[in-house]
């Protein structure tokens, strides 16, 4: 069965860092396109980011708005995925789920972690 | 980056009653070398993360009531619960995955009228 268990969340300061993980089950992890998305409170869905499968080079995209300050990476020894922010603002304050993609090569996100919620304040 | 434009934001309906939500997309989301819509549906309950409905804008994720179905191409896709139950109360996104930035509709809520 497949899980995805998000953690590393909590309250955090402007200008400081994160990282987040996603703890895999169930599923070779490098076998699959990795997402995170991100919801405000109140909010709609965002998409954050993704890191692709081994078979299409781990290469990883991102959105507008995070681009230079968060990186996706991935330890397949340990099936997790990591979401480094970096330079955190309390734009940034929101409930963020990392996701996989329904099979090799499907590209939608199928299953979802419950997210883990992460606030930025001073 | 497409533009993912969702109608209603909200609609009531009765139990047993049909639903519709449409969404539109400024730009096509059908890649024409294989045909297939990268248009997916999810449905968001509080407290709750997201949950695949629909994908390639048809194919219904196994486990998914059938009351729920995904049509549309191109720009032009609908979200149709034939039924209205009262588990169905939830938010609605649609989702394009052709190409990044991803983007989601603003959502429709669904509630029972």
């Known amino acids: 069965e497949v899980e995805l268990v998000e953690s590393g969340g909590g309250l955090v300061k402007p200008g400081r860092s994160l990282r987040l993980s996603c703890t895999a089950s169930?599923?070779?992890?490098?076998?699959?396109?990795m997402s995170w998305f991100r919801q405000a409170p109140g909010k709609g869905l965002e998409w954050v980011g993704f890191?692709?499968?081994?078979?299409?080079?781990?290469?990883?995209e991102y959105a507008a708005s995070v681009k230079g300050r968060f990186t996706i990476s991935r330890d397949d020894s340990k099936t997790i995925a990591y979401l480094e922010m970096d330079s955190l603002t309390t734009e940034d304050t929101a409930v963020y789920f990392c996701?996989?993609?329904?099979?090799?090569?499907?590209?939608?996100?199928?299953?979802w972690g419950q997210g883990t919620l992460v606030a930025v304040s001073s | 980056d497409i533009v993912m434009t969702q109608s209603p934001d909200s609609l009531a309906v009765s139990l047993g009653e049909r639903a519709t939500i449409n969404c539109k997309a400024r730009?096509?989301?059908?890649?024409?070398?294989?045909?297939?819509?990268?248009l997916a549906w999810y449905q968001q309950k509080p407290g709750q993360p997201p949950k695949l409905l629909i994908y390639?804008?048809?194919t219904r994720e196994s486990g998914v009531p059938d009351r729920f179905s995904g049509s549309g191409s191109g720009t032009d896709f609908t979200l149709t619960i034939s039924s209205l139950q009262a588990e169905d109360v939830a938010v609605y996104y649609c989702?394009?995955?052709?190409?990044?930035?991803?983007?989601f509709g603003q959502g429709t809520k669904v509630e029972i009228k």
């Open positions: 730009h096509s989301v059908l890649y024409t070398s294989n045909n297939k819509n990268y």
């Open positions: 890191i692709r499968s081994k078979g299409y080079g781990e290469t990883t």
């Open positions: 996701a996989r993609e329904g099979y090799r090569s499907g590209w939608y996100s199928a299953y």
């Open positions: 989702h394009q995955y052709y190409t990044v930035p991803w983007t």
């Open positions: 169930g599923f070779t992890l490098g076998d699959y396109l």
């Open positions: 390639w804008a048809s």
